[in-house]
């Protein structure tokens, strides 16, 4: 595996692989060295905080250094350096590119023009694959699989990355059933909607389907991504999870989000025995070392 830009990167037996990897890596007292010598250059041209901290976190556990920039403040691309050169100079500095940028395809851009291997971090309202990577070693750690599940996907469908990519990763399994809960502007894009092979429904309002679903994945309304603010003034309060609506739900479910979240989950609900996104969050390095694992081929 050289690039990862996309979870159809992904294989149905390397997303199995992934999870049995994560499972011994996070039970590993002293983790091997695979990335001795060798440069990671984090390229985070957008904000970034567990993405960025636990990419980085993972490769030194493995013995790589990093070098490395979050956010274009401080870097040449505020003089104008475009995206090409910027990949260029860091063939020389670096082993691997792990890049997250505001553009759509950035991250496929990279990988042309690269030599070394590039991981997407998230490209615009494109995907985040290794994201999804760590949702659904969430979902396997608390259903010992992922088949046969009742999924409800919330929240801002169009412009979230962590949706497409979690979408298209389920086209790899067998849901029993995906709900696409969202208001009418927000609903998921039809290209993707197009690529899955699984039985799924839109709806708006939760109410008519929240007692079925296993896994409830909630998504930050994406303000930076809207064309317009006054339209994200409009949905930016289009659904909250709270108290009333966990106690709709199912005893065994679960509630993911990839954070940061904003107020799309109340604080009350985290200690509920539903709310798993900060154990997800936890997968985030030993999920990230076993992808570098993948990429270097160990
Ligand atoms: C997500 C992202 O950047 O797409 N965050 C993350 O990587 N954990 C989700 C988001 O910003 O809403």
Redesign the pocket.
Known sequence: MKDIISVYDFSKSDFDELFELTDKLRNMPIFPKILKEKTVALAFFEP?T??YLSFNKAAINLGASTIGFSGEEGTSIAKGENLADTIRMLNNYADMIVIRHKFDGAAKFASEISEIPVINA?DGKHE?PT?TVIDFYTIYRNFKNIDGLTFGLMGDLRY???VNSFLRALTRFKPKKVYLISPPQLSARKEILEELNYPYREVIDYNEVIEEIDVLYV??I?KERFPDESEYEKVKESYVVDMNLVSKMRKDAIILH???RVNEISREVDKTPQAKYFEQASYAVPVRMAIFHKIVGE
């Open positions: 970034s567990r993405t998230g985040h994201q979230a990355r962590v998504t930050r994406q990839a954070l940061p």
